[in-house]
Nanobody, 125 residues
Framework: QVQLIESGGGLVQAGGSLRLSCAASGRTFSSYSVGWFRQAPGKEREFVATISRSGGRTYYTDSVQGRFTISRDNAKNTVYLQMNSLKPEDTAVYYC??????????????????WGQGTQVTVSS
């Protein structure tokens, strides 16, 4: 029902910033809660941030709280992840995910049915 494409990843120095985008192909984008996850080599895919359908509520994992900001522009069918004060530990493939469930605290991989292909973020020290 929805197709997701991440972009904006790249190589950045520690302390720098990147802005990731998740573009959705569907025309009912406002019906989806959206989350960002990341997966580093040898690790499980972990929750990063989520945003409600209207954008009225956001939630972050503790390790990125205060540094990352999730936002959405439903008119553009796009969700963003602004990442500031990046650390080498943030290095991972970042994925966006979407689901029509209305429950806000969607923080596990199994909470989401639709996934993008991921974009690589590398933070050098």
């Amino acid at each position: 029902q929805v197709q997701l494409i991440e972009s904006g990843g790249g190589l950045v120095q520690a302390g720098g910033s990147l802005r990731l985008s998740c573009a959705a192909s569907g025309r009912t984008f406002s019906s989806y809660s959206v989350g960002w996850f990341r997966q580093a080599p040898g690790k499980e895919r972990e929750f990063v941030a989520t945003i409600s359908r209207s954008g009225g509520r956001t939630y972050y994992t503790d390790s990125v709280q205060g540094r990352f900001t999730i936002s959405r522009d439903n008119a553009k069918n796009t969700v963003y992840l602004q990442m500031n004060s990046l650390k080498p530990e943030d290095t991972a493939v970042y994925y966006c995910a979407a689901d029509t469930k209305t429950r806000f605290y969607m923080v596990t991989v199994n909470d989401y049915d639709y996934w993008g292909q991921g974009t690589q973020v590398t933070v050098s020290s």
